[in-house]
């Protein structure tokens, strides 16, 4: 079974940084993806940036390109999302998920890297605000 734990979120003044962590467990091979995600109060839950765990290829929301930085730990059992720059429009929760069978749905099916219905596993949530 996949579990997925986030931490390091908080509150932040605008334009300080936060590390996120996603700690991963139960992949039984590096064919997943994973994202990270956010929802603040009344929007939809967005994607902000992904990983895949075979071969590294990243992805961006245009929203935090330039400011975040999505990496993976060499035993591959920890996301991280560096986040520069924080903004107050970047205050939301903030989730990681997995998404299994990643070639499928990138090479076959051609799917986008930030459909949340992609994805089976959750983590729990962490609260990251930034205050202006």
């Known amino acids: 079974e996949v579990q997925l734990v986030e931490s390091g979120g908080g509150l932040v003044q605008a334009g300080e940084s936060l590390r996120l962590s996603c700690a991963a467990s139960?992949?039984?091979?590096?064919?997943?993806?994973i994202a990270w995600f956010r929802q603040a109060p009344g929007n939809e839950r967005e994607g902000v940036s992904s990983?895949?765990?075979?071969?590294?290829?990243?992805y961006y929301a245009d929203s935090v390109k330039g400011r975040f930085t999505i990496s993976m730990d060499n035993a591959k059992n920890t996301v991280y999302l560096q986040m520069n720059s924080l903004k107050p429009e970047d205050t939301a929760v903030y989730y990681c998920?997995?998404?299994?069978?990643?070639?499928?749905?990138?090479?076959?099916?051609?799917?986008?890297?930030?459909?949340?219905?992609?994805?089976?596993?959750w983590g729990q949530g962490t609260q990251v605000t930034v205050s202006s």
């Open positions: 139960g992949f039984t091979s590096d064919d997943y993806a």
């Open positions: 990983i895949a765990a075979s071969d590294g290829t990243t």
């Open positions: 998920a997995a998404r299994l069978n990643d070639y499928y749905y990138s090479e076959i099916a051609m799917a986008p890297w930030s459909d949340p219905e992609d994805f089976a596993s």
